[in-house]
């Protein structure tokens, strides 16, 4: 069973930085596209950047030049660098993988960001 675990949430200052991370495991292929996602209270869950096994990359326009993704396909693993981060980004950030012929999606189980003023 292909599972997605997130790390490297927390609390932090605005202007600050984190690094979120989410390694597959249980997998057998590698995700044609790795995102990453974003829910805060009240609100509906968001695209918020996104890499293809080819690297090319995706950004919501909130986050352009101040988060960065990344990935490892050897590891099956994305990376999310968040910096200049700002109150409105506090959200549960969630991984998610897409996997292509056929068609599969797998969400990781969310990791908590706190951005304080």
């Known amino acids: 069973q292909v599972q997605l675990v997130e790390s490297g949430g927390g609390l932090v200052r605005a202007g600050g930085s984190l690094r979120l991370s989410c390694a597959a495991s249980?997998?057998?292929?590698?995700?044609?596209?790795m995102s990453w996602y974003r829910q805060a209270p009240g609100k509906q869950r968001e695209l918020v950047a996104t890499i293809s096994s080819g690297g090319n990359t995706n950004y919501a326009d909130s986050v352009k030049g101040r988060f960065t993704i990344s990935r490892v396909n050897a590891k099956n693993s994305v990376y999310l660098q968040m910096d200049s981060l700002k109150p409105e980004d506090t959200a549960v950030y969630y991984c998610?993988?897409?996997?292509?012929?056929?068609?599969?999606?797998?969400w990781g189980q969310g990791t908590q960001v706190t951005v304080s003023s």
């Open positions: 249980g997998s057998t292929f590698s995700f044609a596209f």
């Open positions: 998610n993988g897409k996997r292509t012929l056929p068609w599969s999606e797998y």
